[in-house]
């Protein structure tokens, strides 16, 4: 119940789920003064973050913190380990494993083992379900899967499969490396959620982290071109994609507040202990 409330709760602050509850109220409250207020600010909100201007300010924001977070120069590690997400399990009528928008991460993993020659790739991902019966295994297993297809042994290949969010791939990978031995992984993830996955493992304290980005949503700012009218215009408009991307970043800092508020709290009761 705990998960599924970690869910369904944060779709009340996220742009679409916020700006549809302000129009709620204000539509139930259409009687009163602030009725229109508040029906006015749910869609302001969706319109605002709607905008490809206002999405690719959020997630140039965390992609170029990602950029800063990777070394020059990438030294040999213990492990390349790949978070889940970007895949999709080998469900008919699918005839196998097949690669989303964040399938980057698996591949860009499979890159860096091969440089790699001493080191175990890591795969990672629990299978999150709310439905009954659902068959996929996994996301650590099918992404194995797909890395054996991509010419990757499978005895070199670690499965990471208990973990639903980034804190428990946090906890779960320090716990396989304690026993493994490992003192420095090299940790693959999309570029806009690098920055809250380094925060999170670092937390941990338990291995050296090396922070590898990939899956990048857009150019950096000074590939992307000069504004036109034409191009202005169509920032302004609102549009579903450009409502996704501010959706991600506005998850990825909720993300890392609550990881934040929860180092404080652990660090609080052990000073109180």
Do not use: C
Request: aromatic share 6%; net charge positive; hydrophobic share 45%.
């Amino acid at each position: 119940m705990g998960f599924l409330l970690s869910k369904l709760l944060p779709l009340l602050v996220y742009p679409l789920g916020l700006g549809l509850a302000l129009g709620v109220a204000g539509l139930l409250g259409r009687r009163r003064r602030w009725g229109p207020w508040l029906g006015g600010a749910g869609l302001g909100v969706i319109w605002l973050f709607a905008m490809p201007l206002t999405s690719r300010q959020l997630i140039w924001g965390l992609e170029e913190r990602a950029v800063a977070l990777m070394p020059a120069e990438l030294p040999q590690a213990d492990a390349v380990v790949v978070l889940g997400g970007g895949l999709r399990p080998p469900l008919p009528p699918r005839a196998g494993v097949e690669v989303a928008e964040g399938g980057d991460r698996l591949l860009t993993g499979v890159r860096l083992w091969r440089r790699q020659p001493t080191a175990l790739l890591v795969t990672s991902g629990s299978r999150v379900s709310f439905t009954s019966g659902d068959p996929a295994p996994p996301e650590a297993d099918w992404a194995r899967d797909l890395a054996v297809e991509l010419g990757v042994p499978r005895e070199r290949i670690l499965l990471n499969p208990l973990s639903r969010t980034t804190a428990e791939e946090a906890r779960h990978i320090g716990e396989l490396a304690e026993r493994r031995g490992w003192r420095r992984i090299l940790l693959v993830t999309s570029a806009y959620h690098l920055p809250r996955a380094v925060e999170t493992f670092r937390r941990e304290g338990r291995l050296e982290v090396i922070p590898v980005a990939s899956d990048f949503q857009l150019p950096a700012r000074t590939q992307f071109g000069s504004a036109t009218a034409a191009s202005l215009a169509l920032d302004l408009l609102p549009n579903a994609a450009a409502l996704e991307l501010s959706t991600v970043a506005v998850k990825e800092h909720l993300g890392s507040l609550t990881y934040a508020l929860r180092g404080l709290q652990r660090t609080s009761r052990q000073l109180g202990s």
